[in-house]
């Protein structure tokens, strides 16, 4: 449930980093995405919101 994350909480997914996200809540979509990663550190791109 995307209410209840909190900091350092991870989603993990199968998607490729090499292509872009779209971040859905109740089937409506949020926003979308490109994901990325540097060193250790991962993060998610808003490229677009809807």
Request: one cysteine or more; a positive charge; proline letters at 2%.
């Given at each position: ?17 090499t ?29 677009r919101?809807?």
């Amino acid at each position: 449930d995307m209410m209840s994350l909190q900091v350092g909480d991870v989603i993990k997914t199968e998607h490729r980093m090499t292509t872009p996200v779209t971040l859905t809540h109740q089937q409506h979509t949020v926003c979308h995405a490109s994901i990325g990663a540097t060193r250790s550190y991962k993060s998610i791109q808003i490229t677009r919101t809807s």
